[in-house]
């Protein structure tokens, strides 16, 4: 038998994959792990200094919850037009995709207007006293996510409008979609720290 004869023809094979399958989906999820500690080192870092200062907050009120809980709805919604991206992206429908991801984008260009009167809302300034620095550090430090997954957003629907386009945009769609959970799930303890904790008193 020659050696032609033994080769596997693989040409109708697609040439990316989603989930697990996809090396994009494994590195995602990596990433998430590893902002999952940055975070959680982050709220210890709250309780630690809370537990070691006899009144909490320090010489300042709670935070205003109006603009954070806004925020918080407007992320639960954002979630929707999420699903839809996902959902598109792996049935490969470039004109959905493309379409859920222009909304997405507008929700998170929201959140980022509503966030910068949440900064203004914490009623510290980051260089007040421990309080101040810790909450302003765990907000900037989802503001960054945000900020980052913001411009991933942008860019890969501006791809998909216009080009260069690639199959494996798809992919990219779906995992930034996946993303988004990890950065609106990530989001409900540090609300809970920012805004419920200071009212709890031991």
């Given at each position: 038998m020659s050696a032609a004869s033994d080769a596997i023809d693989v040409r109708h094979l697609p040439s990316?994959?989603?989930?697990?399958?996809?090396?994009?989906?494994?590195?995602?999820?990596g990433l998430m792990l590893i902002e999952s500690t940055g975070f959680a080192i982050g709220i210890a870092m709250y309780f630690y200094l809370r537990d070691i200062n006899a009144a909490w907050p320090l010489?300042?009120?709670?935070?205003?919850?109006?603009?954070?809980?806004?925020?918080?709805?407007?992320l639960a919604v954002s979630m929707v037009p999420n699903a839809f991206v996902k959902r598109a992206a792996q049935r490969r429908d470039r004109?959905?995709?493309?379409?859920?991801?222009?909304?997405?984008?507008?929700?998170?260009?929201?959140f980022l207007v509503v966030r910068t009167f949440e900064f203004a809302s914490l009623n510290v300034t980051w260089?007040?006293?421990?309080?101040?620095?810790?909450?302003?550090?765990?907000?900037?430090?989802?503001?960054t996510h945000l900020v980052t997954d913001t411009i991933d957003t942008a860019v890969l629907a501006?791809?998909?409008?216009?080009?260069?386009?690639?199959?494996?945009?798809?992919?990219?769609?779906?995992?930034?979609?996946?993303?988004?959970?990890?950065?609106?799930?990530?989001w409900l303890p540090i609300y809970a720290v920012i805004y419920i904790a200071p009212r709890i008193h031991p």
């Open positions: 990316f994959g989603f989930g697990a399958r996809s090396l994009l989906w494994w590195a995602t999820s010489n300042a009120p709670p935070p205003d919850w109006r603009w954070g809980t806004l925020n918080t709805i407007v004109g959905a995709t493309r379409a859920w991801l222009v909304v997405c984008l507008l929700f998170a260009i929201a260089y007040a006293n421990a309080y101040g620095s810790i909450v302003w550090f765990l907000l900037g430090l989802h503001t501006v791809l998909l409008y216009v080009g260069p386009f690639q199959g494996k945009r798809f992919v990219d769609a779906s995992e930034n979609a996946l993303y988004w959970y990890f950065v609106v799930l990530s």
